[in-house]
């Protein structure tokens, strides 16, 4: 793919960034995927971040598209058993998870991609970008094989914290609007060599 043939750059492989690629590809576009990592899935694979909030409000499915059909490969995989309703659920900000295997995550978006014809550049940092006219008018990134100055028709920032807004110079804004607070860390773990018999039945004899 030449420079002038790259119709949209997404920034970011995380699940945002892999569904925009995906989306874009299929409708016909000449996408790359740019991923300062060496692996696709953002924190979902790297992070271990498992489960994930599974695109619920409350107990109705608000999130499908390219979303679903990660969720559906994934149970056709072994690498996830789908969407968990938390059992009378009243909480706003969604009422499901999804437990998954972060490997399988991460192969199961790399066969999505490459179904699609998504150039996907791995280890590229982004540092640097213009924009005119409100329309940002090229991206910069540096590899291994050195700087790369790209011109896209059109940029997707997937980067979670609009670091390609911010360096094209764009107003952004961080934390909420009151105080500027934003969403503690998630921190994860993982453990291994528990009796989930035995959990299961001390869940259910001690709801509390």
Excluded at 29 to 48: F, K
């Amino acid at each position: 793919m030449m420079p002038n043939e790259l119709s949209v750059l997404v920034i970011g492989a995380g699940p945002a960034g892999v569904a925009a690629a995906v989306s874009a590809a299929r409708l016909g576009a000449h996408v790359l995927l740019v991923e300062q990592e060496g692996r696709v899935g953002g924190l979902a694979t790297a992070g271990l971040v498992a489960p994930c909030a599974s695109g619920f409000f409350r107990d109705e499915q608000v999130v499908r598209g390219v979303f679903q059909e990660v969720a559906d490969r994934l149970v056709e995989t072994g690498g996830g058993i789908g969407h968990v309703l938390y059992a009378g659920t009243s909480r706003g900000w969604g009422g499901a998870y999804m437990p998954f295997d972060p490997a399988i995550l991460e192969r199961v978006e790399l066969d999505m991609l490459e179904e699609a014809g998504v150039r996907l550049m791995l280890r590229a940092q982004l540092v640097g970008a213009r924009a005119a006219s409100g329309t940002i008018t090229s991206v910069d990134v540096y590899t291994k094989a050195g700087a790369a100055r790209l011109s896209p028709r059109f940029c997707v920032d997937a980067t979670g914290d609009a670091d390609l807004a911010a360096l094209a110079g764009f107003r952004c804004r961080k934390g909420r609007e009151t105080d500027g607070l934003m969403q503690p860390v998630t921190l994860m773990m993982r453990v291994g060599g528990v009796d989930i018999d035995l959990l299961r039945d001390y869940v259910r004899t001690h709801p509390d």
